[in-house]
């Protein structure tokens, strides 16, 4: 139960964000029209900065969260490395960020979005889950940058979140909304 609490709390981190420090704020308003993680990582340096609404399926782990697009695997590629087609989950109060955010995350939203999840999840198997989040999108400009060499000869790139594994990440301004997927078997299987 524990990782359901961490995908779903900050709609997926929020009981370790609460622990971090982030404090209630009110949200502000949201775009209707919520992107994809497709629509972000196809065009990442047009929306690098700003301030988007997110819905696609979530994931999370002990080592953090992420929204995942599963339609569009390979989408990002910098210098020859095929990134994972996710976006890794964050808070203004945690370090790693390249922009300074001008807001703090809505806690009470995560614990809505927790509640709202744990009752889908009775009806609907977690894969047909649909997280919407709302925060200040970022990605590296210059991956060139991020590029590290290791003593053992080898190389990689550094990009967000857990091991520097994900090309962006998402600010988290407040978890608006979880659902199901309608094109999602939505049937629980055992």
Same mark, same amino acid.
């Given at each position: 139960m524990i990782w359901m609490r961490q995908l +779903?709390?900050?709609?997926?981190? @929020?009981v370790g964000l609460i622990a971090?420090?982030?404090?209630?704020?009110?949200?502000? @308003?949201?775009?209707?029209?919520?992107?994809?993680?497709?629509?972000?990582?196809?065009?990442? +340096?047009?929306?690098?900065?700003? !301030?988007? %609404?997110?819905?696609?399926?979530?994931? @999370?782990?002990?080592? $953090?969260?992420?929204? !995942?697009?599963?339609?569009?695997? @390979? !989408?990002f590629v910098t210098d020859g490395h095929v990134w994972s087609s996710a976006i890794f989950l964050s808070t203004p109060s945690l370090p790693g960020h390249l922009h300074s955010p001008d807001f703090t995350y809505d806690v009470e939203s995560g614990r809505r979005m927790l509640a709202k999840g744990t009752e889908l999840?009775?009806?609907a198997p977690l894969?047909?889950?649909?997280? %919407? /989040?709302?925060?200040?999108?970022?990605?590296?400009r210059d991956w060139a940058s991020a590029k590290v060499a290791y003593p053992n000869? %080898?190389?990689?790139?550094? $990009?967000?979140?857990?091991? $520097?594994? /994900?090309?962006?990440?998402?600010?988290?301004?407040?978890a608006d909304d979880i659902g199901v997927d309608p094109h999602c078997r939505s049937r629980k299987t055992r």
């Open positions: +779903l709390g900050i709609g997926l981190i @929020g971090a420090g982030d404090q209630p704020s009110a949200p502000k @308003g949201s775009p209707v029209n919520p992107l994809t993680v497709c629509e972000l990582l196809k065009e990442p +340096l047009k929306w690098d900065g700003q !301030i988007v %609404t997110v819905r696609d399926h979530g994931r @999370g782990s002990e080592e $953090g969260a992420a929204l !995942i697009g599963v339609e569009c695997p @390979g !989408i999840m009775k009806k894969r047909c889950l649909l997280s %919407t /989040y709302t925060g200040l999108f970022e990605t590296r000869g %080898t190389s990689g790139v550094i $990009g967000f979140g857990h091991l $520097g594994a /994900y090309p962006a990440q998402l600010l988290l301004r407040s």
